[in-house]
């Protein structure tokens, strides 16, 4: 099979791995080297990199011939399709090929599990060996770790990428043992821990050593998959929650089951992605990195799954009316944090500008406030930002028709470099 149509097989096949993005990571120029992480092009699939400038990523799958057979996986064993696999030094050539016609910037390596997690992980480092060593590749690159995969392995991998990733998919380990049998609870969380504790040993040997080795320099994240099994939001969330606490990551993305296959324990081929639940879970995963809310406040017994009608920090402040109305000109950061319509940025312009007066309504537009969220939940020197107290249903039903407004009136989806538009 030609080079072009194994790219064609094996990025198409990628397109389903949400975890992609490359914030965190600065690679500089260095001497004989080419390639960094800080300019943007035009490119196949678009990331991030650590000062928010939008750049590109050739992603792609080393290999689509799966020994495994999870349920929902279009790359499963059972499913008839065409199995296509790189070599390391096609896959090298390719990357280094697309970077120096300046369509891509950097690499987002995963793979189907090729025979074993070792043999697979080995032709990735391989290709990477390749790239960082002959082609003299210093750009961005993100590499999948492969549940089951020897720690001596996923340190050689941690040394030439900038992140890694093992995506737990299933929220549970009774999911995992009906969709994904192949695949544990042990063998995920394992190479996680590994990760955590080898990138912390790094950061503090580059501490004292400018010279040491870097492991995964851009930390590590992971990915689950929404509504192909039945665990709540809550559930999903808390999980979220001990991840960042336990293993110090630095994403965890969300991806919305797209059925691929009829199987009597998946959603039907035909139903629609749970698009806006992800949308949910990724405002409340915000809530939690940023904002100091924990899962137990945005979630409970009695309300285990996020209203789709409002996003989450709406939810809570409907919830909580005592708590509510906030005085901008006295209360604390954490407290302004709280109020629906002000973020993390208007919450220190806040801080800044009160300093010098108080703070007038008309003010904190000025600052950055959505104030069309606002107004219901703070006051400005005692007076209300809205001139009639409303009941909590009108505030309800005011915040969900400004809710509705802001969604897209059509349903997006992720494309592959290879999909028509227009």
């Known amino acids: 099979m030609e080079l072009l149509e194994k790219l064609t097989v094996l990025s198409d096949a990628a397109k389903y791995d949400a975890a992609c993005t490359s914030s965190g990571a600065r ?51 059972s499913n008839d399709m065409p199995r296509v696999s790189f070599t390391p030094e096609e896959l090298a050539e390719l990357t280094i090929g697309f970077y120096r016609r300046n369509y891509i910037e950097g690499l987002f390596l995963s793979s189907a599990v090729l025979g074993s997690p070792d043999r697979t992980t080995e032709l990735m480092i ?97 990915q689950l998959i929404v509504g192909a099994s039945g665990e709540s939001d809550r559930h999903i969330l808390t999980l979220t929650q001990a991840l960042y606490g336990r293993y110090r990551l630095r994403r965890v993305f969300y991806s919305a089951y797209v059925p691929v296959v009829e199987n009597t324990l998946l959603p039907s081929v035909g139903t629609k992605p749970p698009l806006l639940r992800e949308h949910r879970l990724y405002q409340a995963d915000w809530l939690l990195r940023f904002y100091g809310f924990s899962a137990d406040e945005l979630l409970d017994d009695s309300q285990p799954d996020f209203d789709p009608r409002l996003d989450p920090k709406c939810c809570w402040a409907l919830r909580h009316p005592e708590f509510f109305p906030v005085e901008v000109n006295h209360a ?69 028709a400004i809710e509705r407004a802001s969604l897209p009136e059509t349903e997006h989806e992720q494309l592959s470099l290879f999909d028509l538009t227009g």
């Open 126 to 222: 391989r290709a990477l060996s390749l790239l960082r060593n002959e082609y003299r590749f210093n750009g961005y690159i993100h590499a999948k770790a492969i549940p089951g995969t020897s720690p001596e392995l996923i340190t050689q991998l941690g040394l030439l990428a900038d992140r890694l990733s093992v995506n737990i998919e299933l929220p549970s380990e009774a999911s995992l043992k009906a969709l994904a049998p192949n695949k544990t609870r042990s063998a995920i969380l394992t190479p996680m821990r590994q990760i955590s504790e080898q990138s912390a040993e790094s950061k503090s040997e580059l501490v004292k050593y400018r010279s040491a080795p870097r492991f995964a320099p851009a930390g590590q994240s992971t």
């Open 27 to 77: 690679r500089g120029k260095r001497e004989g080297m080419i390639g960094c992480t800080s300019s943007s092009v035009a490119g196949c699939c678009h990331s991030f990199s650590a000062d928010g400038r939008c750049i590109s990523l050739l992603k792609v799958l080393m290999s689509n011939d799966c020994s495994y057979d999870c349920k929902y996986c279009v790359n499963r064993r």
């Open 332 to 400: 604390d950061y954490e407290a302004l944090l709280r109020v629906p319509g002000i973020g993390v940025v208007s919450a220190r312009r806040i801080l800044v500008a009160r300093r010098t007066g108080p703070l007038h309504i008309d003010d904190l537009r000025k600052l950055g406030v959505v104030m069309k969220r606002a107004q219901f939940f703070l006051t400005c020197s005692g007076s209300l930002a809205t001139p009639l107290r409303l009941s909590q249903a009108s505030v309800a039903s005011n915040l969900m």
